[in-house]
Nanobody, 115 residues
Framework: QVQLVESGGGLVQPGGSLRLSCAAS????????MSWYRQAPGKERELVAT????????NYADSVKGRFTISRDNAKNTVYLQMNSLKPEDTAVYYC????????WGQGTQVTVSS
């Protein structure tokens, strides 16, 4: 079955960086687009970034363009989210996602940006 396991979250000061990882299993990873979403307290889950199968095409939310970079390693079945110049408003639980027969989510990893 499809499994997505996120890691790499934590507490970071404003202006700092974090790199999230999502290890995928249970499906042919290289055949599917992968996305990162986030959900802040009291807010709806929002799409942060998507990377398509071969990694040549990516999309970003306007709020993270120029600061976040999504990438993937198809040999390791892993997708990454490099987050730079973090702001307090980036504080959220970050989820890895893919759509196969349905939408799948990981368990999420908490990112807190605070001084």
């Amino acid at each position: 079955q499809v499994q997505l396991v996120e890691s790499g979250g934590g507490l970071v000061q404003p202006g700092g960086s974090l790199r999230l990882s999502c290890a995928a299993s249970g499906f042919t990873f290289s055949s599917y687009a992968m996305s990162w979403y986030r959900q802040a307290p009291g807010k709806e889950r929002e799409l942060v970034a998507t990377i398509f199968r071969a990694g040549a095409f990516t999309n970003y939310a306007d709020s993270v363009k120029g600061r976040f970079t999504i990438s993937r390693d198809n040999a390791k079945n892993t997708v990454y989210l490099q987050m730079n110049s973090l702001k307090p408003e980036d504080t959220a639980v970050y989820y890895c996602s893919t759509t196969k027969d349905r939408l799948y989510w990981g368990q999420g990893t908490q990112v807190t940006v605070s001084s």
